[in-house]
């Protein structure tokens, strides 16, 4: 809601300067956004009389202009097409400044000497969307006759500041000029004056009849009839005021309909009388697939929770939300329906959000109208018809349903007040500052009745009285006191800090941190996870935003593809979020909180030594391994060759096992998926963290290191290729005795030398007694049953 100072000032006088009013009013709970300044960088802004306009000699679309600028005549080029002799126009003078820093000069056009500058009201700062049609991309000129060398500002009514209003839902009353006084009247004192709108009742008998064929869509209809109006512009303060409020002037009958609502907050209706089509009008809910035509020509097919208003058999108007085209006034109409009305919010809203039809109008049905305006806001059209259209009232109010205009009570105590706020205030102070909100009290010692108004219809309970006391009195007014220190000091959970130092752990080894969205294309989120079923939203934005994501590998690989794209070869990113699994139609989805990663080209990469890693399998192995000996998990982590998706490669892809739990996967992309999206070598992984997250770690001991030697034993043991390290790994620790204190692969071989489908695979095994240095007998009575381990599951000794 955009609220001149001019506009409020008439309503009810405050001379406070406006950063002072807009600074209460934003403490008092309503937020002003932005001051918009129409004085701010104008100077030598005049009314100019434009006495002659001749062709300019040397350029086709320039005219020299005789311009009585108050004191002298001064002769300025012009290029509007709409310049004309006998009329009243905005000139900056010579030396003037304009919004923008554009300074005015003297000029010579093509020969000719300018003396200033005949100006467009976009050049004073309005936007172009609201200038009237009849002066875009031209010259703004004066309905009225002025007197020359008048303050241009003055007479535009620009002298003028303008408080834009950001609403909380709550506070409809705010949406009009009568809400800005009554809550400057609150803030600041003083009487709230309300516009003429007392109007005589015509003489003669109306043949329209009102009827609300449903009281709960229409609650009431009221309808004045002015006859013999002229369509014209309306005057040019009606035209800046609409202007300043963000709303484009059309004709003096629509501008007086938009003049009324920013004035009581009541929307109206101008409907041509001589097109309603019958001698009724009939308001109800629309028919299931009803059809009409809306004032910007489209058809719109209606339903049946829709009110529309009808000339008994057709309808003419989308109740609340946009009037009809066949009804609608034209400057052949000289007889105006004016509507008032109160129509059920829900529908309002329902019907302007199913049509994306949002207007001034709709935006107040929906949170609800003040019955107390209704009648008001009509008068106050019909009088201005007969003032600026020339009108006459043909009649007294056509109606049908009531109007509730009787106050609602709210019973409060002082005590209650007092206990919310933490607060001393005594009885009289709460009523005074009621009062200044226009709530009237009645006070029983510490109780207090109060009358709210229906234009304050948003005061439901209690509490809504005291938030209006404490609105008012002054939030600084407040009592402060310092926080309970008993409680608990605050600190992060386990989960939090173990999170943490994964975070630190993946940046400290160069990998960036990706945020992606939840939501995913039905394609991507059955790739890299085998859970059944996929959670769907009901309206996607679009189809690659149409699901919940089961990984978040392929959001990691469209970041590399991405940075691929625009020459960044090497790439690592991880992600901590969540997947979402699906418990069927009606139940909420399970969610888990994931750790994924990525990382293709090179990494480390040192030039002056010329050293890298290359980004594999082994890479993003070492990489999740790391965080595991962060979180201290190392020894209950173990690895298995998985071919379980067709997105990894098949002979670089592991699964990863908590205590034989699988909580992952580590692979490089399978070499067709990695080319279809441009990409070369690239490994991902994916970890279940609130499986990781979970176990917890005891008390952590330390031992002193050993004085005495450790011995190690290599051996070299021939296997079938498909035999696994780690399942060697795991018979030598099964078979070794108690000083078997490590035990790795370091070495590998498949070639020449080798027989068909077999490999060799050497180990080193390390054995350690912190009590004394261990003998030949002892290590080889704890080394003879490894090797006889190790043959018994098929491995043969080199």
């Given at each position: 809601?955009?609220?001149?100072?001019?506009w409020?000032?008439?309503?009810i006088?405050?001379?406070?300067?406006?950063?002072?009013?807009?600074?209460?009013?934003?403490?008092?709970?309503?937020?002003?956004?932005?001051?918009?300044?129409y004085t701010?960088?104008?100077?030598?802004?005049?009314?100019?009389?434009?006495?002659?306009?001749?062709?300019?000699?040397?350029a086709?679309?320039?005219?020299?202009?005789?311009?009585?600028?108050?004191?002298?005549?001064?002769?300025?080029?012009?290029?509007?097409?709409?310049?004309?002799?006998?009329?009243?126009?905005?000139?900056?003078?010579?030396?003037?400044?304009?919004?923008?820093g554009?300074?005015?000069?003297?000029?010579?056009?093509?020969?000719?000497?300018?003396?200033?500058?005949?100006c467009?009201?976009?050049?004073?700062?309005?936007?172009?969307?609201?200038?009237?049609?009849?002066?875009?991309?031209?010259?703004?000129?004066?309905?009225?006759?002025?007197?020359?060398?008048?303050?241009?500002?003055?007479?535009?009514?620009?002298?003028?500041?303008?408080?834009?209003f950001?609403?909380?839902?709550n506070?409809?009353d705010?949406?009009?000029?009568?809400?800005?006084?009554?809550?400057?009247?609150?803030?600041?004192?003083?009487?709230?004056?309300?516009?003429?709108?007392?109007?005589?009742?015509?003489t003669?008998?109306?043949?329209?009849?009102?009827?609300?064929?449903?009281?709960?869509?229409?609650?009431?209809?009221?309808?004045?009839?002015?006859?013999?109006?002229?369509?014209a512009?309306?005057?040019?303060?009606?035209?800046?005021?609409?202007?300043k409020?963000?709303?484009?002037?059309?004709?003096?009958?629509?501008?007086?309909?938009?003049?009324?609502?920013?004035?009581?907050?009541?929307?109206?209706?101008?409907?041509?009388?001589?097109?309603?089509?019958?001698?009724?009008?009939?308001?109800?809910?629309?028919?299931?697939?009803?059809?009409?035509?809306?004032?910007?020509?489209?058809?719109?097919k209606?339903?049946?929770?829709?009110?529309?208003?009808?000339?008994?058999?057709?309808?003419?108007?989308?109740?609340?939300?946009?009037?009809?085209?066949?009804?609608?006034?034209?400057?052949?109409?000289?007889?105006?329906?004016?509507?008032s009305?109160?129509?059920?919010?829900?529908?309002?809203?329902?019907?302007?959000?199913?049509?994306?039809?949002?207007?001034?109008?709709?935006?107040?049905?929906?949170?609800?109208?003040?019955?107390?305006?209704?009648?008001?806001?009509?008068?106050?059209?019909?009088?201005?018809?007969?003032?600026?259209?020339?009108g006459?009232?043909?009649?007294?109010?056509?109606?049908?349903?009531?109007?509730?205009?009787?106050?609602?009570?709210?019973?409060?105590?002082?005590?209650?007040?007092?206990?919310?706020?933490?607060?001393?205030?005594?009885?009289?102070?709460?009523?005074?500052?009621?009062?200044?909100?226009?709530?009237?009290?009645?006070?029983?010692?510490?109780?207090?009745?109060?009358?709210?108004?229906?234009?304050?219809d948003d005061?439901?309970?209690?509490?809504?009285?005291?938030?209006?006391?404490?609105?008012?009195?002054?939030?600084?007014?407040?009592?402060?006191?310092?926080?309970?220190?008993?409680?608990?000091?605050?600190?992060?959970?386990?989960?939090?800090?173990?999170?943490?130092?994964?975070?630190?752990?993946?940046?400290?080894?160069?990998?960036?941190?990706?945020?992606?969205?939840?939501?995913?294309?039905?394609?991507?989120?059955?790739?890299?996870?085998?859970?059944?079923?996929?959670?769907?939203?009901?309206?996607?934005?679009?189809?690659?935003?149409?699901?919940?994501?089961?990984?978040?590998?392929?959001?990691?690989?469209?970041?590399?593809?991405?940075?691929?794209?625009?020459?960044?070869?090497?790439?690592?990113f991880?992600?901590i979020?969540?997947?979402?699994?699906?418990?069927?139609?009606?139940?909420?989805?399970?969610?888990?909180?994931?750790?994924?990663?990525?990382?293709?080209?090179?990494?480390?990469?040192?030039?002056?030594?010329?050293?890298?890693?290359?980004?594999?399998?082994?890479?993003?192995?070492?990489?999740?391994?790391?965080?595991?000996?962060?979180?201290?998990?190392?020894?209950?982590?173990?690895?298995?060759?998985?071919?379980?998706?067709?997105?990894?490669?098949?002979?670089?892809?592991?699964?990863?096992?908590?205590?034989?739990?699988?909580?992952?996967?580590?692979?490089?992309?399978?070499?067709?998926?990695?080319?279809?999206?441009?990409?070369?070598?690239?490994?991902?992984?994916e970890?279940?963290?609130?499986?990781l997250?979970?176990?917890k770690?005891?008390?952590?001991?330390?031992?002193?290191?050993?004085?005495?030697?450790?011995?190690?034993r290599?051996?070299?043991?021939?296997?079938?290729?498909?035999?696994?390290?780690?399942?060697?790994?795991?018979?030598?620790?099964?078979?070794?005795?108690?000083?078997?204190?490590?035990?790795?692969?370091?070495d590998?071989?498949?070639?020449?030398?080798?027989?068909?489908?077999?490999?060799?695979?050497?180990?080193?095994?390390?054995?350690?007694?912190?009590?004394?240095?261990?003998?030949d007998?002892?290590?080889?009575?704890?080394h003879?049953p490894?090797?006889?381990?190790?043959?018994?599951?098929?491995?043969?000794?080199r």
């Amino acid at each position: 809601m955009k609220v001149s100072r001019e506009w409020l000032n008439e309503w009810i006088p405050n001379e406070v300067p406006v950063s002072e009013l807009a600074e209460k009013i934003t403490r008092g709970g309503i937020e002003v956004d932005e001051i918009i300044d129409y004085t701010a960088e104008v100077k030598n802004l005049v009314v100019g009389y434009v006495k002659t306009v001749e062709q300019h000699p040397e350029a086709d679309r320039l005219r020299i202009c005789q311009v009585d600028t108050g004191e002298e005549t001064h002769q300025i080029i012009c290029g509007a097409p709409n310049v004309k002799a006998d009329s009243y126009v905005v000139v900056c003078k010579v030396g003037g400044r304009l919004p923008g820093g554009i300074k005015i000069k003297r000029a010579k056009l093509r020969g000719e000497v300018s003396e200033g500058m005949i100006c467009s009201l976009e050049e004073l700062g309005i936007k172009e969307d609201q200038v009237p049609a009849e002066y875009q991309n031209g010259i703004f000129m004066f309905q009225e006759e002025k007197m020359a060398g008048e303050d241009a500002l003055a007479a535009l009514l620009l002298d003028d500041q303008v408080m834009e209003f950001d609403l909380t839902p709550n506070r409809k009353d705010a949406l009009s000029m009568a809400g800005a006084a009554y809550e400057t009247r609150a803030l600041f004192g003083g009487e709230v004056a309300l516009p003429a709108h007392a109007v005589e009742d015509g003489t003669g008998s109306s043949a329209l009849e009102i009827r609300n064929a449903d009281t709960e869509a229409v609650p009431f209809y009221g309808a004045r009839i002015v006859t013999g109006v002229a369509i014209a512009p309306s005057p040019t303060w009606m035209q800046m005021r609409l202007i300043k409020a963000g709303i484009r002037p059309i004709n003096n009958v629509v501008d007086i309909s938009n003049y009324v609502l920013l004035e009581f907050g009541q929307p109206l209706h101008m409907f041509d009388r001589d097109q309603i089509g019958s001698d009724e009008i009939v308001t109800r809910y629309a028919h299931e697939n009803e059809k009409m035509t809306t004032l910007d020509g489209r058809e719109r097919k209606l339903e049946s929770g829709d009110i529309v208003i009808t000339n008994g058999s057709e309808p003419i108007a989308l109740a609340g939300v946009m009037g009809g085209e066949f009804s609608e006034v034209t400057d052949q109409t000289t007889s105006v329906v004016i509507e008032s009305a109160v129509f059920n919010p829900v529908s309002i809203r329902r019907t302007s959000g199913r049509l994306n039809l949002r207007s001034e109008a709709s935006a107040r049905f929906e949170k609800g109208v003040s019955h107390e305006f209704v009648l008001k806001a009509l008068d106050r059209a019909a009088l201005l018809l007969t003032q600026y259209a020339g009108g006459t009232v043909a009649s007294s109010v056509l109606s049908s349903g009531e109007l509730d205009v009787e106050d609602t009570t709210i019973n409060i105590t002082k005590a209650f007040i007092n206990s919310h706020l933490g607060m001393e205030l005594e009885t009289a102070e709460i009523q005074e500052t009621l009062s200044k909100l226009g709530l009237s009290t009645a006070v029983d010692g510490d109780a207090l009745e109060v009358s709210v108004p229906s234009r304050r219809d948003d005061l439901k309970i209690k509490q809504d009285i005291t938030e209006e006391v404490a609105r008012i009195y002054g939030y600084d007014a407040l009592p402060s006191s310092m926080p309970d220190t008993s409680t608990t000091s605050g600190k992060l959970t386990d989960e939090q800090k173990k999170t943490r130092t994964i975070r630190h752990q993946l940046e400290s080894l160069g990998l960036s941190q990706a945020i992606n969205y939840a939501l995913t294309s039905r394609e991507k989120a059955e790739q890299f996870n085998e859970l059944e079923g996929t959670v769907e939203l009901l309206m996607p934005m679009s189809e690659d935003h149409a699901v919940l994501r089961k990984s978040m590998i392929p959001h990691l690989v469209d970041n590399v593809v991405y940075n691929r794209n625009r020459q960044q070869k090497d790439v690592q990113f991880y992600e901590i979020g969540r997947i979402f699994q699906s418990n069927g139609t009606g139940v909420l989805p399970e969610e888990r909180e994931m750790l994924a990663g990525v990382i293709t080209g090179e990494m480390n990469r040192t030039d002056w030594l010329g050293t890298k890693v290359p980004a594999d399998f082994f890479a993003a192995k070492g990489i999740v391994e790391s965080v595991f000996a962060k979180l201290g998990l190392g020894d209950s982590i173990r690895y298995e060759q998985s071919s379980r998706f067709d997105t990894m490669h098949p002979g670089r892809t592991a699964d990863v096992l908590l205590d034989n739990e699988r909580i992952g996967t580590i692979g490089e992309l399978h070499p067709k998926y990695a080319q279809q999206n441009d990409l070369d070598r690239t490994a991902v992984f994916e970890i279940d963290l609130d499986r990781l997250l979970s176990v917890k770690q005891g008390n952590i001991f330390y031992d002193q290191l050993s004085r005495y030697p450790s011995i190690t034993r290599d051996i070299a043991l021939v296997v079938d290729r498909t035999v696994a390290a780690d399942t060697l790994v795991r018979t030598v620790e099964t078979a070794a005795g108690k000083h078997l204190v490590d035990v790795f692969v370091f070495d590998v071989y498949e070639g020449d030398n080798m027989e068909a489908g077999k490999k060799s695979v050497a180990l080193r095994l390390t054995y350690l007694n912190k009590e004394h240095t261990l003998t030949d007998e002892e290590i080889e009575k704890q080394h003879t049953p490894v090797l006889e381990a190790l043959v018994a599951n098929g491995a043969q000794i080199r």
